[in-house]
């Protein structure tokens, strides 16, 4: 019996090292298409990556929590479904852009399943009293830096529009925020790669909007935006296979199995 364990061990960390130099591979594959300007095709090596993203956490992280392993199907769903509307033109309405919707609410909820995953036992309260001048300057912040990010797009977009991109980059802002407050309270690997991986986001984020609304002409921002969530996902990866460090704070749990 020891044996055949050893054995399937040893196929799984195969599949998982096959896996990662695909996913590496694919990256790498899809920087050089966007920096070709083909989207289609740059969309959906970015959505097959996912998956196997997806897959490798799956198979290669032992102790798994089910809000990343969500914040993972989501997020992958949401590639997926991008992909799908650049093969096929869904034109359901003409003055309504259902696609634009479903597509930005599908990453918005994988982001706030990333804050819950955070927030889980994360005592936001305790690291405000710890850091109160600072969590101040985060929130003023955060506040400025939503408004004056999404204020670029108040000649391009409706109402409607124009909420939808305030809440998503309002959810950005939360998410880097919080790693940032969880890192200072935590100040361990695990959230180093967390705040980073979440920089890399916003990074990711604001180039996206200054490459659509601003430069359009411009693909090296569109290169830079991808660069930094190919980095994004590296950083979220590397912190999903570590514990945390502070074994001696109450509310600090580990890694829930699925």
């Not at 970015?46 to 198979?59: D, E, G, H, I, K």
């Not at 590639?79 to 852009?97: S, V």
């Not at 918005?108 to 804050?115: H, M, S």
């Not at 601003?214 to 693909?219: P, S, T």
Request: proline content about 1%; glycine content about 2%.
């Amino acid at each position: 019996m020891s044996i055949f364990v050893l054995a399937i061990k040893e196929q799984i960390m195969n599949i998982s090292k096959l896996l990662g130099v695909i996913i590496i591979s694919l990256s790498v594959f899809f920087l050089g298409l966007q920096s070709q300007a083909l989207e289609l095709e740059a969309s959906g090596v970015r959505a097959f990556t996912m998956l196997l993203l997806t897959a490798l956490y799956l198979v290669r992280v032992k102790n798994k929590h089910v809000l990343f392993l969500s914040f993972l199907i989501v997020f992958t769903i949401a590639e997926l479904f991008n992909w799908a509307t650049w093969l096929k033109n869904f034109d359901i309405d003409p003055n309504f852009d259902y696609f634009y919707y479903v597509g930005n609410a599908l990453y918005i909820l994988a982001y706030l399943l990333l804050i819950f995953r955070i927030l889980v036992g994360f005592s936001i309260v305790k690291a405000m009293s710890k850091f109160p001048l600072q969590s101040l300057l985060l929130i003023v912040l955060g506040v400025f830096v939503v408004y004056l990010v999404t204020d670029t797009t108040r000649e391009t977009l409706n109402n409607s529009e124009y909420t939808l991109e305030f809440t998503y980059n309002a959810v950005i802002m939360v998410l880097m925020n919080l790693s940032l407050l969880n890192y200072m309270y935590r100040d361990d690997k695990k959230s180093m790669n967390l705040l980073i991986g979440s920089i890399c986001i916003v990074f990711s984020e604001i180039l996206q909007l200054a490459y659509f609304y601003i430069a359009a002409d411009f693909n090296v921002l569109n290169v830079l935006c991808s660069a930094f969530l190919v980095a994004a996902f590296l950083f979220f990866y590397l912190q999903s296979r570590l514990v945390h460090k502070d074994k001696n704070v109450s509310f600090v749990q580990q890694d829930l199995k699925v």
